[in-house]
């Protein structure tokens, strides 16, 4: 195992709520990314943190955010969420110094209702 | 943005047979084409990388190679096994690597 780790595993949620996932990344890895894994397709980049600050961003509303700790781990938000939220977000993380190299964790199954 | 197409999205071979599964990417700024392996219910995990300045690298049965002219490279699987079936995703990045962009994925059966 890669040592990435996320929580939760699995998370149900209602239409307009909100949702904080939560990536803890590799031991001397500084740089955190996260997509979103609809059923069925490839992972979407949804942003990536380098040093507590956003670094990279794909095309995602303003209602997706994210938090890097002075500790690397990271954090997702999702506000006023919609049905087609509902996926796999998996968060990656990489070495400064070789941030081409990705590992993911587990991720997050989020079901929207 | 990058656009990254994937094809085919199913490919169902024999063991012992050979396996190619094709990408193609939209910007030319892009320098950094990895593959990933996902197995069911499990997280990706790289299997083989390469970059704009090598036309082709291997590593034991699986070899990727780029055309950079024509914007597409290729995981190529020689001797598959039943342990190679998953679903495999092309992905391509600048030269930054601040931004992935993934191909839909090609889910691979070998039969044994």
């Known amino acids: 195992e890669t040592g990435v780790t996320q929580s939760p595993t699995h998370l149900i949620k209602t239409r307009g709520q909100q949702v904080t996932l939560r990536c803890s990344s590799q031991?001397?890895?500084?740089?955190v990314s996260w997509y979103q894994q609809a059923l069925g397709q490839g992972p979407q980049f949804i942003f990536q943190?380098?040093?507590?600050?956003?670094?990279g961003r794909g095309n995602f509303p303003p209602r997706f955010s994210g938090l890097q700790f002075p500790n690397y781990s990271s954090e997702l938000n999702v506000n006023a969420l919609e049905l087609d939220d509902s996926a796999l977000y998996l968060c990656?993380?990489?070495?400064?110094?070789?941030?081409?190299?990705?590992?993911f964790g587990p991720g997050t199954r989020l079901l929207v209702l | 943005g990058e656009n990254v197409e994937q094809h085919p999205s199913t490919l169902s071979v024999q063991e012992g047979d050979s396996a190619v599964i094709k990408c193609t990417y939209s910007?030319?700024?892009?320098?950094?084409f990895p593959w990933y392996k996902q197995e069911l219910g499990k997280r990706p995990q790289l299997i083989i990388d390469?970059?704009?300045?090598?036309g082709e690298k291997k590593d034991q049965r699986i070899a990727v190679t780029l055309n950079k002219t024509a914007k597409h490279f290729s995981l190529h699987i020689t001797e598959t096994q039943p342990e190679d079936s998953a679903v495999y995703f092309c992905?391509?990045?600048?030269?930054?690597?601040?931004?992935?962009?993934f191909g839909s994925g090609t889910k691979l059966n070998v039969k044994p």
């Open positions: 390469i970059r704009s300045n090598v």
């Open positions: 992905a391509a990045s600048l030269v930054n690597f601040n931004k992935f962009y």
């Open positions: 943190y380098y040093r507590e600050e956003e670094n």
């Open positions: 990656a993380s990489s070495e400064s110094d070789k941030r081409e190299t990705q590992y």
């Open positions: 910007d030319s700024a892009s320098n950094y």
């Open positions: 031991s001397g890895h500084n740089t």
